[in-house]
């Protein structure tokens, strides 16, 4: 009878794993930090640093990544404890829990290596400001860290780990080592991770306010019933470029282990690109970087099908008034954004440029500028970038939106049903009319006819059972009357187990 019961409570806690999955719920982008980012006195080797963030969904099983990737030397992370952080350096020392590795309370990385904690139990709520304090071994001249956290940090000499307020710190607005924190979330839970450089990273907004714009971003996301689930990753850079290391890795170079390597990720935006286009000064260059920067979104937007992850572009906002500005700079700005919006390259568009423009001169933004340099929004600008991000993208149906000709006939919208595998795709006609819509792989075999008949005057929408396709681009041609279109889709969706 006991092994019996013994039986049934294990099949119970592996159905329940089997559920759920690990889901990014905070992440920086790790480089080597500069000289005049290096931690204050006392220094790390031997002392204490308890580092604050804030998270975007919540869950009740933890782990934590700690990186090393960019350090010429070990470091040795004696203790590890979190907290959930009241404020500046202190904690509720009620909920300290230590993490582990491998069973042990310390662990050493070497050089250019990362690690991940044991899972921990623990009660993370969303939008939760939670403390990290490591008290540090050996450390390494060479340093990885965010210097951008526009967070401010504490050190401690010795071990300050259980520290409640941790007075007399000497502090600095940049993070150390931590990398990413993963929660156990249901398989409906996914994540969405940003590429960007200094705009995405919050230059401009409030230090400790947690009012970047993937910040308001994420806030949406969790008072929408549709996406509060939707982790957000900011995987922004300052000063990083796409094509060069500006500062930091490339946009390139950085792609599979801050992006696609997250965990949970079902989206990506892509939202760089200004830190290549502002080093542009002759006619020849805004050629060169406008080409190769649309050949690095199109390896970007490849890279993530194959991996069943949709990409959306973000718009170049404008930067007169900035030293980037100049005529060449501005020419290719706008190819990069009419590339960018145009059909059949990214899965959806989020317009960044049509939002913070001026409406009486498009080359420069309409709104507030960080220190008057004409490039970085203020903490308003920010709320105004996150607030307009249509929340419908990060649904588990994704939508592509509707195209209507003068005469009232339209297709295109789809709906890829992330749960059967199933694709719809929607039309609309002004009179009643024989219907044509046939599905085509990309070397024009014909793959399905989903209509082929009469159809009455209105919107209508056919069904078609996608998940059996072999993984890739295929083309949708419709025909009604004299209207035809053609169009190119991913299938099949990534359907959750």
Known sequence: ???????????????????????????TAEQLVETANLPPAPGLTNNSLRQVVRVSIGGDTLRFKFSNDFSTSAVTLNSV?????????????????????GGNANVTMSANSSVFSDPIAFTLTPRMDLAITIYFGQTSVAVTGHPGSRTTSYILAGDQTSSGAFTGSSNTDHWYAINTIDVRAPNTAAAVAILGNSITDGRGSTTNGQDRWPDILSIALLNNPGTQQVGVLNQGVGGNCVLSFCVGPSGVSRYQRDILGQQGVLWVIVFEGVNDIGGVTTAAAATTVANNLINAYRQMITDAHAVNMKVYGATIMPFNGNAYYNQ??????????????????YDAVIDFDRVTRSSTDTTMLGIASYQNDGLHPTAPGYQLMGQSVDLNLFTQTVKVMERE????YSVGEIHSNRFNGNTMIA????REAFV???????LGKEIAELAGRKFSPGKHTVEFKSGNLSKGMYLYSFKADKFSVSRKTILPVHVLQ
């Open 1 to 27: 009878m006991l092994k019996s019961m013994a039986v049934c409570l294990m099949c119970g806690l592996m159905s329940a794993q089997a559920q759920t999955k690990w889901v990014g719920t905070w992440s």
């Open 81 to 101: 404890k979190i907290a959930v952080s009241t404020g500046g350096g202190a904690i509720n020392t009620s909920t300290t829990k230590q993490l582990r590795f």
């Open 328 to 345: 060449y700079s501005e020419s290719c700005r706008r190819t990069v954004n009419a590339w960018i919006r145009g059909v059949g390259n």
């Open 405 to 408: 000709d003068q005469k009232g």
């Open 427 to 430: 039309f609309k006609i002004p």
């Open 436 to 442: 044509s819509l046939k599905v085509y792989s990309m």
